[in-house]
């Protein structure tokens, strides 16, 4: 009887295991059909073209965007590498270096900060963070002789880079609250351990970030996923001008996401641009799975 | 012979309640030193009070004096990652850093703190110590596997051969078997009384049977206070206080 009920409620819980899952896994097969089947024209057309040319030229009916392919890599690249310091410093500060009274305080105010609609830090970006960026990083790098490198800021100091930062500012709360909460979880004999051999605590810290490399790796797909897809704050701060050389950050430029924010509502008038829109969505679709796929892989391995 | 530890009077709280009440000991040179006494009696932080290990707690407050080996241990002067590589530690539970290999286990402490200047004589270290723990010839063909795939009482042979290779004068153990079967209690006992020909061993145990065992002396501690210490023999056979008494033939504890 006992061992009846209990099948059944194995099954129970297999069935709704299976819904969810069935569920979860036919809508990301949905959205990548209708991403798909939307961009077919173009893709018949242009095969792979728009992917590895930079010129947008509705009236021609030309949609190579190369450029807002580059300026999705590089912002959320860059995005990372600066998020990935600050998460790190942060959550080691919160860890190790501050007292037990305090950390309820910064807690919440990091919690705070990741749930600010990304809509506010765009204001945010566009009012303060590009024009400050312009006068006390962009202008001295760009008086240091770096400009045939990094382009000519806008007077505005919207930028892909002011793009970049401003990704970087929203992520961070998320990633470094992933890291933080592994880096507390770490068992205190593991830490009497590394203090017991001698070590100073930056020993003792890098150690642990070691341990936690995992979670790290989580955190920073977690945040490139965030950063590739992230839209209303971009399209405000990142200037949304076609910018073919999208290396020369200081420069505006485009997103995938900040053009088809930005290009959408006068799509329709096209007969290839809403399929171009779409096809590019569906690059960006991909582009997150991969780099999410890569990092958690790498994860396993190590 | 100078005592390698000298405890006057120590006065421990953490966060406003005392732990340690006035603690005076001395620990003679390569010997076997068993604190033993009920839960709660304080022997754990009196360990950790030695190699300042309670530093890492919140709210310490600290009185009195201590010495290891010519270090004053609670002098601001003093910088607790000295008194650390004076001091190893055996720690209750079994804790090797699991994701790093049985080699870099041991070889972690020389490494960082810069006591080996080449490779060859890091590997001669952790040899040495790996043997010294008698665990060389059980993972000699294996150093580069993770720690974590030993058995509960290599891994604690293995924390021993880490403090070890630290070539420390103190060997801090606080209650090393307790999470071990018998046969892993058996061979690290052994080894305890073997390892007083390198360090003076200070070893916690709320089992006076294990003390008897491995210790030359012995001290019973008692609500934050030692209430008698001396050589092993006599305190079994002839202690002078009515609480040890009553603890070491199982009354209470």
């Not at chain 1, 509705?58 to 860059?78: C, I």
Request: net charge positive; hydrophobic share 45%.
């Amino acid at each position: 009887m006992r061992r009846a009920l209990s099948l059944k409620r194995f099954l129970d819980v297999f069935k709704l295991i299976s819904i969810t899952n069935f569920i979860l896994i036919s809508s990301v097969v949905l959205v990548v059909l209708v991403l798909f089947a939307t961009s077919l024209p173009i893709v018949l057309r242009d095969g792979v073209s728009p992917l590895i040319h930079s010129i947008w030229n509705p009236v021609s009916e030309e949609y190579g965007f190369l450029f807002a392919l580059g300026g999705t890599v590089v912002t959320a690249s860059l995005a990372l590498a600066i998020s990935l310091a600050l998460s790190i410093g942060l959550a080691a500060v919160y860890a190790e270096y501050i007292p037990d009274k305090l950390r309820p305080v910064v807690k919440n105010f990091m919690d705070l900060a990741a749930s600010i609609p990304s809509v506010i830090y765009g204001l945010w970006g566009l009012k303060v963070l590009s024009p400050v960026l312009r006068s006390y990083v962009m202008e001295p790098l760009v008086s240091l002789g770096l400009s045939p490198y990094l382009g000519h800021p806008s007077p505005t100091g919207t930028s892909l880079f002011s793009a970049a930062v401003l990704l970087a500012v929203m992520v961070t709360p998320l990633s470094s609250s992933i890291i933080r909460e592994r880096l507390v979880s770490i068992p205190m004999h593991i830490r009497e351990a590394l203090y017991s051999l001698g070590l100073m605590k930056t020993e003792v810290v890098l150690l642990e970030l070691k341990y936690i490399r995992r979670s790290i790796l989580t955190a920073m797909a977690v945040s490139y996923s965030r950063a590739v897809g992230e839209t209303a704050a971009v399209a405000m701060v990142v200037g949304n001008v076609v910018n073919p050389y999208f290396f020369k950050i200081f420069r505006p430029g485009y997103t995938i996401s900040s053009l088809i924010a930005d290009q959408y509502p006068n799509a329709e008038a096209y007969y290839y641009m809403v399929p171009a829109l779409f096809y590019a969505a569906l690059v960006l679709f991909f582009i997150s799975l991969a780099v999410n796929f890569l990092l958690l892989k790498s994860g396993e391995r190590t | 012979m100078e005592p390698v530890i000298h405890i006057e009077n120590l006065w421990v709280s953490i966060s406003g309640r005392d732990i340690l009440k006035g603690v005076n000991l001395e620990v003679p040179r390569n010997v076997v030193f068993a604190i033993m006494g009920p839960s709660g009696s304080g022997k754990s932080t009196l360990l950790r009070a030695l190699n300042r290990i309670l530093d890492l707690y919140e709210g310490l407050a600290v009185r009195g004096k201590v010495v290891v080996d010519g270090i004053d241990v609670y002098n601001s002067k003093t910088d607790p990652s000295v008194v650390r590589r004076t001091i190893g530690m055996v720690f209750q539970i079994p804790n090797p850093i699991p994701n790093m290999s049985i080699y870099d286990n041991v070889a972690l402490g020389p490494k960082i703190n810069k006591l080996v200047r080449s490779r060859a004589e890091l590997d001669e270290l952790v040899k040495w110590a790996l043997e010294k723990a008698y665990l060389w010839d059980e993972v000699k063909d294996r150093l580069n596997s993770p720690a974590s795939k030993l058995s509960g009482g290599q891994q604690q042979r293995l924390c021993i051969a880490r403090a070890l290779a630290m070539k420390p004068k103190v060997l801090l153990m606080d209650e090393p078997t307790s999470n071990l079967d018998t046969v892993a209690t058996a061979k690290i006992e052994e080894l305890i009384v073997e390892l007083k020909k390198e360090v003076t061993v200070l070893i916690v145990t709320h089992n006076p049977f294990q003390a008897s065992r491995v210790s030359d002396y012995v001290a019973f501690m008692y609500d934050g206070q030692i209430i008698e210490t001396g050589p092993t023999g006599q305190i079994f056979t002839r202690p002078r206080n009515k609480l040890t008494e009553k603890y070491i033939t199982g009354k209470f504890g």
